[in-house]
């Protein structure tokens, strides 16, 4: 992610950064899994939230 905030593209927002551990931890929070399972989502499917959050709704489905 760019620092200045000037720069920033929307695309930005598409994507979530496995560096920046506070995106982890909202993603985790918003959908309710860990961030480790998270992380582990992301090595996996890449970091794209729309991807992530299918991913996440068929761990669920799972339980």
């Known amino acids: 992610m760019d620092?200045?905030?000037k720069n920033r593209s929307f695309l930005d927002r598409d994507r979530l950064s496995v560096?920046?551990?506070y995106e982890v931890e909202h993603f985790a929070r918003e959908?309710?899994?860990s961030p480790s399972q998270v992380?582990?989502?992301i090595k996996k499917n890449g970091n794209d939230r729309m991807t992530l959050t299918?991913?996440?709704r068929a761990l669920r489905d799972r339980k």
């Open 39 to 41: 992380s582990r989502l």
């Open 31 to 33: 959908h309710g899994v």
């Open 3 to 5: 620092d200045n905030h």
């Open 54 to 56: 299918q991913a996440v």
């Open 19 to 21: 560096d920046e551990y």
